[in-house]
C-alpha cells in the first residue's frame, strides 16, 4: 500500500509544506504524537511531526535538510510515499491547566505550536499563548500556517526584529514568567533553545514539557539509538516520549549524539546530487 | 543402506577471506550428492533419540531416509509436517544443542548433520517450486497475529489451514521478526524470509506491515474486530550496561548496530539511506548470537580489528559453535575473561576506549555455568573507536504498556497457562515475548501450539 501525496509546496524559508492521505493515522493523531515516514524504497525511517490532521489527511512542515527531506521535495513526479506509520510516542493529557503557552522556533516546533493552539485553545478554561520565532520576515509561513488564529494570544517575534517582536521567544516568555502568567510551557524547535528555556523556567518552577528529536531508526523502541537521560534515568524518545520534562533533560548528551552521523550525510546529500535527485 | 563408516559431511561454504567483505550467505548448502551420501550415515534407530531433541518433534529418520532414497519431496512433506519452516531452522537452529546432540553416532564419532539435511530439503523444494496440498473450509471467525517472526508466522500458516480468516500485523516494514531486522544476510539470506512473507499472502493470510497495535489500532479495537488474539511481539527492547560512557557516540546496542544494517541496509549506503558509523577497532560485549552476528557485521562493514569481549571463557559462549568458529575464521578475536567497567571518550563525546577488568571462573552459577568473579585491581584500558553492546533484550514496552490489564511475569514477559492462552479472554502469546530471548524453533512450536488452543477455542468457545 502506498500513500497519496496531496500537497507539497514551499511555504517559507527552507520549510515546505506535505500533506499526505492516511485516514488512519488522521484520525489518531493526538499533541505530542509524531510519525514515521519512508518516501523511497531504499529508504530511511524519519520521524515528523504533524501540523493538521484532517478529513483523513495529515499535513507536516519539513526542512530541506539532508537527502530524504531534500530528494523528496526536488522530485516532481513523485505522488505517493512508501509508508506513513503512526501515531507513534506518547499523547499529551489533554485538559485544562489554566494558561498553556507553546514556544516554537524551527520547522517541527511551529507544526507542533499549530497542532497545540487548535486542541487545547478549544479546552474549556484554557487560555493558550502561542510564540513564534522566525529569524527575519523572509521566513515567516503564510499566515494560515501560523498558530495567530487558533490561539487566545499570540506573539511573533524575529530575531531581526523585521516583523512583530524583535529577538527569541526566550525574551519575551521570560515577561510572561514575572508576570506570573504561566502554567504550563509546551515547546518544539531548535535544540539548543529547548535548553534555554529550560534553564530559563527551572527557577519558576513552571512545568516545561519540549519535544526531543533524537535521532531514531525503527521508533518502536528497538534499537536504543533515540536514548535520553531524564534524571539520569535512560529512556526512550519514540516510546517514552517525544515530550518529556525539559528541566531534567541532559540537554549537552542530546546535543552531542545528534551529530553524530554529520559526516555521513554529507556524504549522502553529495551521493543524491550525482544522481541528480537533490537540487 | 546405512553406513557409519562414512564420515560427517562438510557443507561447502565461502572461504573465510573473501566472505570478509561481502554479505552473501557463508554457507553454501550440501549438494544432492552430498545430502544423500550424509543421509545414509544414519542407521534409523528403532528408538530414535534425535526426535527427543526437537522441540517441534520432526520425524527425522523417516525424513532422512527419503532423501537417502533420492526422494527429495518426500523428505520435504515429512519435514514439514512438523516445521513450516525449514529452510529457516535448518540455518539457524542451534542444532548441535538439540537433534544433533542426541543422536547416537554422536557416541563415537560426529553426528548426523540434521539441521543440514533439513537445509538441504527446504531449498529443493523452493528451486522445484514444490508446493503443500492441502484444502482450506473456509470459516467466518478471524484472528489477528500481531508480529510476524517465527511465532506468528507459524500461527497463522496453522490457523489458515483450520479455515479461520487471519490478518498479520506488522509494525516494522518489512514483514520476519528478526529474521528480517537481526539475522544478517550472510547467515539468512532476506530472500528466503520474503519467500515464506509472500507464501503466507498465497495462502490468503492478510499481511498488514506498518501498523503498530496498541498505538495505530487500540487493543480493544482489535479485540472487538477479531474473534481470536495471538501475540508475537517477540523481545525486541535493547539492554545497556548501565555504566559510565554509554552516551559516547560510537556506542550502539547490538539491536541497533543489526537493525541499521540488515533491515536498512547500511552496509549499501548511500544507496540506502540509513548510514551506519563503524570505525576501525570495534569491541562487541557478549558472546552470544547476536554478539557474534554484530562482530561478523562489523568485519563486513571493514572493521581492521574487532574483538568479542566476554567475562566468561569460549566453552561457556551461548553462540552457536559452527557460528563462534566462522567468526574466528573471519579474524575476530575473542578476549575471554574481561568485563567492561566503563566507556572513555575523547573531548567531542566519540568512544576512545573501553577499560575492562579481569575475571577469573568461580562455582558454578544458578545457570549452571561457572560464575565470573572480578580480580581486584587488574583494570586495564584498550583503544577502541566504536562499542556495540550485545546482552540480549528484553520484552518490548510499546505494546505491554498500553494494556496494563494483560498479566505479566516479574521479567516483563506475558504470563500464559501451558495452553499459551493468557489472562485475557481469547488471547493468546508466544515465542520471545512469552520465553524471552530464545531461539527460532520454540518460537515456531508456540506459534503452532497457540493456534490449536486458538482453534480449541473457537470450535466450542470454552476456556
Ligand atoms: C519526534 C521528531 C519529530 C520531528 N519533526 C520534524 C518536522 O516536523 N519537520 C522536519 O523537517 N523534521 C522533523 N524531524 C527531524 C527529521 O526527522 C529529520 O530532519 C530528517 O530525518 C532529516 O533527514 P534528511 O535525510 O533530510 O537529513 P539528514 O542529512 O539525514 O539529517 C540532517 C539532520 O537531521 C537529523 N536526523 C537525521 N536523521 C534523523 C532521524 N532518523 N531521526 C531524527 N533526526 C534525524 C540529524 O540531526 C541530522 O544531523 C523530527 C524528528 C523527530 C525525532
Ligand atoms: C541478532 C539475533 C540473532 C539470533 N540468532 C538466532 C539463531 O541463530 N538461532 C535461533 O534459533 N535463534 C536466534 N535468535 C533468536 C530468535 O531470532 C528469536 O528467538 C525469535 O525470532 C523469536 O521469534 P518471535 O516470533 O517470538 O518474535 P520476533 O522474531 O522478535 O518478532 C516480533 C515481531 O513483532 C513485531 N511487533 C512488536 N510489537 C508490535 C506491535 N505492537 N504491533 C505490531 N508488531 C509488533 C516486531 O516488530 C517484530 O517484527 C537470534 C536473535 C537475534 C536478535
Ligand atoms: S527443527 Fe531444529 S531441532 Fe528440529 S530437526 Fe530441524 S534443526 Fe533439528
Ligand atoms: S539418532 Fe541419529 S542415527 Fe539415530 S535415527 Fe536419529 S539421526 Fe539417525
Ligand atoms: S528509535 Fe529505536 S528505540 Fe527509539
Known sequence: MKYNITQKKDIGGTDYLLEVEAPQVAERIRPGNF????????????????????????????????????????????????????????????????????????????????????????????????????PTKDEIYPEEYLAK???????????????????????KLKELLDEGRCDIIFGGGDIPSLH??????????????????????????????????????????????????????????????LGMFKEAEAKAMEWCKQQQECK | MPNIHIPRQEMPKQAPEDRRDNFNEVALGFTAELAQKEAQRCIQCKKPFCIDGCPVEIDIPAFIKFISEGDFEGALKKVREENL???????????????????????????????????????????????????????????AVVGSGPASISCAIDLRRFGYQVTLFEALHKAGGVLQYGIPEFRLPKKIVDFEINNLDELGVDVKINTVIGQHVEFDELRGFFDAV?????????????????????????????????????????????????????????????????????????????????????????????????????????????????????????????????????????????????????????????????LGTKPNRLFLNKVPELETTPWGTIQVDERLKTNMEGVYAGGDAVRGNATVILALGDGRTAARSIHAYLQNGKH
Open chain 1, 35 to 134: 510519525v514515521v515516514l519512508i518516501t523511497v524504497p531504499n529508504g530511511e525511517r524519519i520521524p515528523m511531526s504533524v501540523q493538521k490532521a484532517e478529513d483523513g489527511k495529515i499535513a507536516m512542515f519539513v526542512k530541506k535538510l539532508g537527502k530524504t527531506s531534500r530528494a523528496l521535495d526536488a522530485c516532481g513526479e513523485c505522488t505517493t510515499l512508501e509508508a506513513v506509520v503512526g501515531p507513534m510516542g506518547k499523547p499529551v493529557e489533554l485538559k485544562k491547566f489554566g494558561n498553556v503557552v507553546f514556544v516554537s522556533d524551527l520547522v517541527c516546533g511551529h507544526a507542533e505550536n499549530y497542532l497545540f493552539s487548535q486542541v487545547f485553545s478549544k479546552i474549556e478554561g484554557n487560555h493558550m499563548i502561542s510564540m513564534q520565532t522566525f
Open chain 1, 149 to 171: 488564529g487558533l490561539c487566545d494570544e499570540y506573539y511573533l517575534t524575529t530575531k531581526d526584529g523585521s516583523v512583530g517582536l524583535k529577538g527569541h521567544y526566550l525574551e
Open chain 1, 196 to 257: 534555554e528555556l529550560a534553564k530559563l523556567t527551572r527557577p519558576y518552577e513552571v512545568p516545561t514539557i519540549v519535544t526531543v528529536r533524537q535521532i531514531m531508526v525503527d521508533a518502536t523502541g528497538m534499537c536504543g539509538s533515540c536514548r535520553v537521560f531524564v534524571s539520569g534515568e535512560m529512556k526512550l524518545s519514540c516510546i517514552d516520549g517525544p515530550m518529556f520534562d525539559a528541566t531534567k533533560l541532559d540537554f549537552e548528551d542530546i546535543i552531542s549524539r
Open chain 2, 85 to 143: 519452516l525449514p529452510g529457516i531452522c535448518g540455518r539457524v537452529c542451534p542444532q548441535e544443542q538439540q537433534c544433533e546432540i542426541q543422536c547416537v553416532l554422536g557416541k563415537k564419532q560426529e553426528p548426523v548433520a540434521i539441521g543440514r539435511l533439513e537445509r538441504f530439503v527446504a531449498d529443493w523444494g523452493k528451486q522445484t517450486g514444490f508446493d503443500d496440498e492441502f484444502h482450506i473450509e473456509e470459516k467466518k471467525k478471524s484472528v
Open chain 2, 230 to 390: 495471538f501475540l508475537g511481539t517477540g523481545a525486541g527492547a535493547p539492554l545497556f550496561l548501565n555504566i559510565e560512557g554509554e552516551k559516547l557516540k560510537g556506542l550502539y546496542s547490538a539491536n541497533e548496530f543489526l537493525i541499521r544494517t540488515n533491515l536498512m541496509k547500511a552496509y549499501k549506503f548511500p544507496e540506502y539511506d540509513t548510514p551506519i558509523i563503524c570505525g576501525n577497532k570495534v569491541g562487541v560485549i557478549g558472546a552470544g548470537n547476536v554478539a557474534m552476528d554484530a562482530a561478523r557485521c562489523a568485519v563486513r562493514l571493514g572493521a581492521d580489528e574487532v574483538y568479542i569481549l566476554y567475562r566468561r571463557t569460549k566453552k561457556q559462549a551461548p553462540a552457536r559453535l559452527e557460528e563462534l568458529e566462522n567468526a574466528l575464521e573471519e579474524g575476530v578475536i575473542l578476549k575471554e575473561l574481561v568485563n567492561p567497567v566503563r566507556v572513555l571518550g575523547t573531548d567531542d563525546g566519540w568512544v576512545r576506549a573501553i577499560e575492562l577488568i579481569m575475571m577469573e571462573l568461580g562455582e558454578p552459577d544458578s545457570s549452571g555455568r561457572a560464575r565470573p568473579i572480578p580480580i581486584e585491581n587488574s583494570e586495564f584500558e584498550m583503544e577502541l573507536d566504536t562499542v556495540v553492546v550485545a
